[in-house]
């Protein structure tokens, strides 16, 4: 049995990529930083717990751009003899942190508009309105930032929903408190607030659920198992695939290792060039990192089938 062992450590995404994703996180964290403040002084201003709540999550934004860039420098760090990985993972264990972040705020502002409908309180609709507004274009830039890398990082996918629906949500906001002014019906303030936490929940748990399976080395999203294995077994040379094994080394980078069961009477050069053939595939289902080892065996040997 014959074996031969390909470390692979090229990258799917270039430093453009990443250097766009990271001028997208500061300039969105530096605009709603500036939102936040305002929103908050206005919130508590004109009581408008819709206020509150919106600026509430806007200000776990800030924390989740903060913490993406900072997870994403991190990622750059060279490796180490403690962690041959580097610091990639970081940008993981950011994406699960910002999810359990906004978990805490939907609790927050579930809370806090129960107590509204229980104990009302009068609202400045009209300027809540023009308040809201201007979260609307704040949003909306802060989500174009991050439009072009959204499918290519989690961490930007988080971020372009979260700033998305807050558009949407500002919205809301806009439209209740030009109804409040007209209507002067106040409790539509603590139902938009529980409108907010009912859209947060939805793009919140399927940041959790990718985060999760991510942090336990699942597959990651938008790679087919059965699509990889199809590809490797069509290279010329492959007669079968096991022993494969596919994590996410970071949000932006993924990694696999097989054993490629090849044909007997293959040459080196063919062998090479088969290998290639694979690592040319691999990366055409995101696959950056590969880690090929090569058997050839009799047609009766268990190695030739599945493990």
Known sequence: MAHDHHDHAGHSHGPTVLTSINRALIIG??????????????????NSLALIADAGHNLSDVASLLLSLLAFRLARVRQTPS??????????LAS?????????TIGAIF?????????????????????????????????????????????????????AIDALVSLGVVVAGVLINYTGWTWLDPVIGILVAIIIMGSTWRLLTDSLR??????????????VLADLRAVAGVKDVHHVHIWAMSTTENALTAHLVLQPGLSDSQIVSLK??????????????????????AEDDCATKIC
């Open 214 to 227: 991510l942090s336990m080395d699942g597959i990651p999203a938008g790679i087919d198992l059965a699509a």
């Open 96 to 104: 699960l942190t910002n999810a359990v972040i906004l978990l805490i």
């Open 111 to 163: 809370w806090e508009s129960i107590q509204r409908f229980r104990h009302p309180e009068p609202v400045a609709g009209g300027s809540v309105a023009w308040v809201a507004a201007v979260g609307i274009v704040v949003n909306t830039v802060s989500a174009l930032l991050f439009f072009r890398n959204k499918e290519h990082d989690l961490n930007a996918k988080g971020a372009y929903l979260h700033l």
């Open 29 to 46: 964290a530096i605009l709603n930083a500036g939102y936040v403040v305002v929103e908050f002084a206005l919130g508590f201003y004109y």
């Open 276 to 297: 290639h053939d694979a690592r040319h595939r691999l990366e055409h289902q995101k696959i950056s990192h590969a880690t090929l080892e090569t058997e050839i065996v």
């Open 83 to 92: 962690f041959t990985y580097g610091y990639r993972k970081s940008t993981v």
